[in-house]
C-alpha cells in the first residue's frame, strides 16, 4: 500500500511534580519493553509547561508522527493536555495501574489523574484518543498502543489527503451529492475537474513508453483467458493517467484519493469502462470511487488506513432471492433471510478479493445502451467481473448530510461462499439484524446507496476514527431486544 501513512510512534511521560518522577519514569520504560513494535522514547518526563516544549520539541525531531502521553502518576493536568495541542499528530493519553508493589511511595494515582486530564483536554478543545479503559499495567497498555496505531494512520491519512474529482455525478443519480463543507472541517482538500481534463491528459498518454510494462502486469495479475489482450493498451493508458495527476496535483498534500464520473460519456469517449483501471488502484491504497462519490473514496481511504488492505466501494443492492436463500444459506449458517442482501458494483473490486474465476467483463447494462445491438461489446468493456470472495467484512460509510453534518455507519458481517448466479463484481453479504439496520439507519438516516467495504472486522478502530474526527453520530446494526430510537416497540 503506497498511499497511506507509517505512523512512527512515540511516547512521553508526565509526573506531577509531587510525586516521585522515577515511578512515571520507571513504568515508561517498563512499557516500552512491552511494546512489540517500534517505539520512540522521549527521555523527558514532563512536569512543567518548559518540559512539555522540551518533549514535544524532541519528538518532532525524531520524525514521530503520532504520540502516546503517559500517565506513570496523577500527572501535571496542563502541561500534559497541552502536548496534544502543540505536537503535530494524533495523541493517545493512557495511565498507569497501581501493582509495584509500594502503596506508600510507589502509588502514583493516576487512576484520578486521567479524570482531571479528560476534563483539561476538554476544556481546552483537544482532541485525543482515550481507550475503552486507559488505565493498565506495562503489558496492557502496550496492547492499547498496538490498537491506536491503525487509528492514528487513519487520522494522519485524513489529515493530509486530496480528494480529486473528475465530473459531475452523471443526471438522475444525486444520491451521492453532498456538501464538502464536511470535507473542508475534516482538514481534507478537494479538487475539482472536468472529465474534458481527464480526456485531455488521457489523449496526452498515447504512446507513453511506460504502456507496455502496465500491459505486461495487467496480464500476469489476471491469468490468461481473463483478460482482453487488445485493450490493455487503453487500460494501461488511462491508469498511467489517474497516477501522474495524482503526482502532479498533490500540491502540499502526501496522498490522494479519485472520485470520478465513469459513464454515460466516459466509455464512448475513451473506449473503454475504468473499472478494472481504479480496482488496480485500490489495491495500492489510492480509491477511485465510482460516480464522482467523494464521500465513498473517503470512506474508502479511511479503511485503507485502518486495514492496510484493499477495500471496495459497492451498492447496498439487491435482496437475495429466496430460492438462493432457502437451497444455501437457510440451516447452514445462522442467519435469516432478511440479514442477507447482495452488494455490487460493476466492477471495481481488486481482483485479490475475488474468486479465481473472476474476470475482466463488459458491462451489460452500458453495452444495451451505448451499442448497436446484437454486437460485441467494445467500449462497455473493462469491468473486473465475478463473484466477492467469502471474507470476513465491514460495511461502513462517513458522510455528509444536507445540512453539513458528518455522520457515520458501521456494521460488521460476512460474504457468504454462494455464488450470485448474477453479473457483475457482486457477492451475497451476511449482517446479523440487516433488515432493521436497513430501515432504521439507511433508510431513515438518508444514506446513499454506495457503501465502503473494508476485508475484515475492524469496525472498533473505525469507531475511534469516527470519533475522534468529531463524528458524533455513529450508528450500528442493533441487535435483536435494543431497539431504534423511530422502532415500533410493538412489532411482533
Not at 485524513?158 to 480528494?163: G, P, R, S, T
Request: charged content about 20%; aromatic content about 10%.
Amino acid at each position: 500500500m503506497t498511499n497511506i501513512p507509517q505512523v512512527k510512534l512515540g511516547i512521553i511521560a508526565v509526573s506531577r511534580d509531587c510525586f516521585p518522577i522515577t515511578l512515571s519514569t520507571a513504568r515508561r520504560q517498563a512499557i516500552v519493553a512491552a511494546y512489540p513494535g517500534e517505539l520512540y522514547e522521549c527521555p523527558v518526563t514532563v512536569e512543567n509547561e518548559l518540559d512539555m516544549q522540551k518533549a514535544v520539541a524532541d519528538v518532532t525531531a525524531a520524525g514521530c508522527n503520532a504520540l502516546v502521553v503517559f500517565l506513570g502518576n496523577f500527572g501535571p493536568e496542563t502541561p500534559e493536555t497541552l502536548i496534544a495541542k502543540y505536537f503535530n499528530g494524533p495523541c493517545m493519553y493512557v495511565a498507569a495501574a497501581e501493582g509495584d508493589g509500594d502503596m506508600i511511595n510507589g502509588r502514583g494515582d493516576a487512576y484520578c489523574g486521567m479524570l482531571n486530564c479528560s476534563y483539561n483536554l476538554g476544556m481546552r478543545h483537544l482532541k485525543a484518543h482515550i481507550p475503552q479503559y486507559p488505565v493498565g499495567t506495562a503489558e496492557e497498555i502496550a496492547q492499547m498502543m498496538q490498537e491506536f496505531v491503525p487509528i492514528a494512520r487513519a487520522v494522519i491519512g485524513v489529515k493530509n489527503l486530496k480528494i480529486i474529482t473528475f465530473g459531475p455525478r452523471p443526471q438522475d443519480f444525486f444520491a451521492c451529492n453532498a456538501p464538502i463543507k464536511g470535507l473542508y472541517e475534516l482538514g481534507v482538500e478537494v479538487e475539482e475537474n472536468s472529465e474534458l481534463d481527464l480526456l485531455v491528459s488521457y489523449k496526452a498518454h498515447a504512446n507513453d513508453p511506460r504502456i507496455p510494462e502496465i500491459c505486461e502486469d495487467m496480464a500476469k495479475e489476471m491469468g490468461e483467458g481473463k483478460y482482453y489482450p487488445d485493450l490493455c493498451v487503453r487500460m494501461a493508458q488511462f491508469e498511467l493517467t489517474l497516477l501522474d495527476w495524482a503526482e502532479q496535483h498533490k500540491g502540499d498534500r502526501k496522498y490522494v484519493a479519485f472520485a470520478d464520473k465513469c459513464w454515460p460519456a466516459f466509455p464512448s469517449q475513451f473506449g473503454f469502462e475504468p473499472c478494472y483501471v481504479n480496482s488496480r488502484l485500490a489495491s495500492r491504497g489510492i480509491p477511485v470511487a465510482c460516480e464522482v462519490d467523494i464521500y465513498g473514496a473517503l470512506s474508502e481511504y479511511i479503511g485503507a488506513c485502518v486495514s492496510q488492505d484493499a477495500v471496495t466501494l459497492l451498492d447496498i443492492n439487491n435482496s437475495v432471492p429466496s430460492y438462493i436463500y432457502d437451497a444455501e444459506i437457510k440451516g447452514k449458517f445462522d442467519y435469516s433471510l432478511t440479514d442477507t442482501f447482495m452488494g455490487f458494483h460493476c466492477g471495481n473490486t481488486p481482483s485479490c478479493k475475488m474468486c479465481a474465476d473472476r474476470a475482466i467483463k463488459y458491462q451489460l447494462i452500458q453495452h444495451r445502451v451505448l451499442e448497436p445491438e446484437g454486437s460485441e461489446p467494445d467500449i462497455s468493456r473493462g469491468t473486473l467481473e465475478g463473484d466477492i470472495a467469502p471474507s470476513d467484512i465491514t460495511f461502513y460509510r462517513l458522510q455528509c448530510d444536507s445540512e453539513g453534518n458528518l455522520k457515520s455507519y458501521i456494521a460488521q458481517g460476512e460474504v457468504l461462499p454462494v455464488a450470485t448466479r448474477s453479473f457483475g463484481g457482486i457477492g451475497i453479504f451476511a449482517i446479523h439484524e440487516m433488515g432493521r439496520f436497513y430501515r432504521h439507519v439507511l433508510v431513515e438516516g438518508r444514506y446513499p446507496h454506495h457503501g465502503a467495504v473494508a476485508f475484515g472486522h475492524v469496525g472498533k478502530a473505525l469507531f475511534e476514527v469516527f470519533k475522534f474526527l468529531g463524528v458524533e453520530t455513529v450508528s450500528f446494526n442493533q441487535p435483536a431486544g435494543m431497539l431504534y430510537p423511530s422502532e415500533n416497540p410493538f412489532m411482533k
